[in-house]
C-alpha cells in the first residue's frame, strides 16, 4: 500500500495530510505538519521540500525562493545607521561583459549593501536582454559604469579599498572563478581576501541564515538592485536538502544576491574555524597553573 498525495491535491488541505499520513497524530502530529505548512506557505523554498517529506509528492518545479512582501518589510530608510562592526564583502566577477557585485554583510546589525557594476557600452543592450532598468539603477546610485565594453576592474578594486577607508572591512570572501589576479592584488595591498567555494557546503548554512534573517524581518537594506536579482533567484536542492542559489531563468541576473551569500558564507566559516580553534586550544595557554 503506498499512502500519498495525488499531484492535483491542494497540499495545504489537512484532508490532504491525513492521505499522506495514516499514523497522523501518531507518529506524526496535526499540530507539527500545520507549523511545517505555515512555514511552507511563509517560505516559498520550502515548499517542495514539504511537499516531498510529508505528502510523498515528488515536484520537480522551482519555486520563488524570497517572498518579497518579507523583503519589503527589511528595507529601511536609515540604511547608514546600521553599518556599524566589522563587515565581511562578498565579490562576484562576472564575464567582462555582464554585471559585477561587490556586497557587504554587517552581522552586528544584519544590515547587507553594495554596488554593482557594467561596462558602459553594454549597458543598453544589458537592459535589453535582462529586462532590468539598469539606466535607472545607475542614476539612482546603485549601479556603476565602467569605460568602454568590458567591466574594468581596475574601478572595482578602487571601489574595495575606498570602502576600507569607510567601514571596518574584516574580510573579502570571493567566488574564485575569474577571480583570483584582482584578489592578488588587493592582498598585496593589504586587504584580506579569501576564496569561497561554489558548492552545497558553503553556501547552504549561509541561504538559510540569510533567509531567516529576511522572514523574520531582521534584515536591513536598501537597494533596489538587490532586490530585483531577489525577485531572478530559485534554489538547488540536493538529496539531504542543503540548497544554493541559482538563476530562474538564463537572462535573470541573481550577481548582487551572489555576492551576498558569498559574504555571508564567508563570515559563517571564519566563525566555525575560530571557534573550532577556541576549542581545541588549551586554558593552559593563557592562564598559570595553580598548585595547592
Sequence with gaps: VIYEADQEDDWTKEEV???????????????????ECKKALSMPAYQNSFRQLYLSQWVNQETRWINLL???????????????????VGVDLSTIIDLTAVFFFWPRTSALDGMCFMPEDQLIRKEREDKAPYSTYKQQG??????GN?????????FIKDSQKKYEIDFVFYDPWNANALMT?????GVPVA????????????????????????LKYKNPLLKWAFNNVTLSVDANL????????????????SASITGIAGYLLKSQAEETNMKKESTYNHKKLLVI
Excluded at 546603485?142 to 569605460?147: A, G, S, V
Excluded at 568590458?150 to 578602487?158: P, Q
Excluded at 592584488?185 to 595591498?189: P, V
Excluded at 569561497?196 to 523574520?216: D, I, M, N, T, W
Aim: charged residues 30%; contains cysteine.
Design 242 to 257: 542543503n540548497v544554493m542559489p541559482k538563476k530562474g531563468m538564463q537572462t535573470r541576473r541573481i550577481d548582487p544576491v
Design 70 to 88: 518579507d523583503l519589503e518589510a527589511c528595507e529601511t530608510n536609515n540604511l547608514e545607521d546600521y553599518k556599524k562592526g566589522p563587515c565581511y
Design 17 to 35: 495530510w491525513e492521505k499522506a499520513n495514516p499514523s497522523i497524530d501518531i507518529t506524526v502530529s496535526r499540530d507539527f505538519l500545520r507549523q
Design 195 to 218: 576564496p569561497v567555494r561554489q558548492g552545497f557546503y558553503s553556501l547552504s548554512p549561509a541561504c538559510k541564515h540569510l533567509e531567516k534573517l529576511v522572514v523574520s524581518h531582521e
Design 185 to 189: 592584488e588587493l592582498q598585496h595591498e
Design 150 to 158: 568590458a567591466v574594468d576592474y581596475g574601478f572595482i578594486k578602487k
Design 142 to 147: 546603485y549601479l556603476l559604469t565602467t569605460p
